[in-house]
């Protein structure tokens, strides 16, 4: 078995600390917690809008649906992502030539890194980070660097951090913007510092941008791909899941240059397969008519208030208010590591959240806590109540005054 394999676990064989991980969460739920450990939106609340469920099942219907699409992808959904990139991301693409469908954006992420990863490549992530990234790397043989980012900084690591751990190596850059778990949506300036460095380097982007909407307070979500010499050089990687909500249909899209998608259409039958039919002709059905993506919007910012004003102010931790999607990112150093204070949560409040050591070296000491769950805001503030109530116990147990 290759390192990364024998590395691996699933939790067949002993307890898994993540509370993600399929029995797992089961449990959790026989015994009533409440899980906010899982980036699901409005987990466990039914969110499809009728016309995109009705656009799925006419598919199977209509016997569409019951087949193979081409394993890139549905041109028609290929022809409503384009539309849909150009307004996000301000991106011209050639749907037919610029965009692949895959299996949801985890296996894009995946798909984006194969090609040019080979055995002892350094691959440069910002840490904490969404842990596919590391294991990703790990896989396809490669060696995750981490750069640490830090609250001081609003998690911006500075360029020279970059800089400081470039080796002869260094083949790629994964971006994770906006980031999960810190919710950074990485500013313009510094982006382009990056861009620099990246191009100055000769090195490769993934850009994963699964949370490229909804971003709040007037920040600018700028994507990567479009700055000064990355088009040729980024493959950015979206989801349908997050924003939109559409996570059961599990369909993503990898945005890159023609001459790294003929490379990703020549290899798709054996790396992905093909995407969902049923659930491409759903997601055409959401893309063309996305009204509903600005009420989901208004209630994830209302749950972002709802999570921001629950945990501002609770003595002995800290939080940046979150800038993009559903997870609060918080500091509970000072009332014991991430385990105990996750475990202490479990007990408490009866919340499953996720512990920040999961989320890579500088996680340690923070706790992640899916706010987009649970199924409505009335139930997000009855939990944020028990949590911010059980936090306070917790530092006046450790002695730490309001
Ligand atoms: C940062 C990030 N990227 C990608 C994904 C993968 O999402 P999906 O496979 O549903 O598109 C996730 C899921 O949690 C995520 O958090």
């Known amino acids: 078995m290759t390192p990364a394999f024998k590395k691996a676990e699933g939790g067949l064989f002993g307890e898994v600390g993540k509370a993600d991980v399929g029995d797992a969460v089961s449990a959790l739920k026989e015994n009533g917690i409440q ?6 939106p409005f987990y466990s609340g039914s969110s499809y809008p009728e016309h995109v469920i009705e656009a799925a099942v006419r598919s199977l219907r209509s016997g569409e649906g019951v087949h193979y699409t081409m394993p890139i992808g549905s041109p028609e959904l290929k022809r409503e992502l384009a539309k849909f990139i150009k307004e996000y991301d301000g991106l011209e693409v050639d749907p037919m030539r610029n965009l692949i469908v895959t299996p949801g954006s985890d296996s894009g992420l995946f798909f984006a890194m194969l090609p040019f990863i080979e055995k002892g490549d350094e691959v440069m992530v910002i840490d904490p980070s969404y842990p596919n990234n590391l294991q990703n790397a790990e896989i396809c043989g490669g060696v995750p660097v981490r750069i640490p980012s830090f609250a001081k900084d609003c998690y911006h690591p500075p360029i020279e951090e970059f800089e400081k751990r470039l080796s002869e190596k260094t083949k790629m850059v994964v971006l994770t913007n906006p980031n999960n778990p810190t919710t950074t949506v990485y500013r313009r300036e510094w982006l382009e510092g990056l861009a620099r460095f990246i191009v100055r ?36 990687v979206c989801s349908l899941s997050k924003g939109m909500g559409l996570s059961g249909f599990r369909v993503g899209y990898i945005i890159a240059d023609d001459r790294i998608m003929d490379k990703l259409h020549g290899t798709a039958v054996s790396v992905i397969g093909a995407t969902n039919s049923a659930a491409q002709a759903g997601a055409i059905a959401a893309l063309k008519n996305r009204e509903f993506l600005k009420a989901y919007a208004a209630e994830h910012l209302r749950r972002r208030d709802i999570a921001y004003e629950a945990l501002k102010d609770i003595p002995g931790t800290s939080l940046l208010k979150p800038e993009s999607g559903f997870l609060s990112w918080i500091d509970v150093s000072a009332l014991g590591s991430s385990d105990e204070v996750a475990a202490y949560l479990m007990n408490e409040a009866g919340a499953a959240v996720n512990s920040g050591a999961f989320y890579g070296e500088q996680g340690e000491g923070f706790l992640r806590i899916v706010h987009g769950t649970p199924g409505s805001s009335e139930e997000l503030r009855r939990v944020m109540q028990r949590i911010r109530a059980a936090l306070i116990k917790r530092a006046r147990e450790k002695g730490i005054a309001g």
């Open 35 to 40: 899980l906010m450990s899982w980036a699901d």
């Open 201 to 236: 380097n000769d090195l490769v982007c993934v850009a994963d941008q699964a949370f490229e909407f909804p971003v709040f307070d007037g920040l600018e979500m700028t994507a990567i791909a479009s700055l000064p010499g990355m088009w040729e050089r980024t493959l950015t």
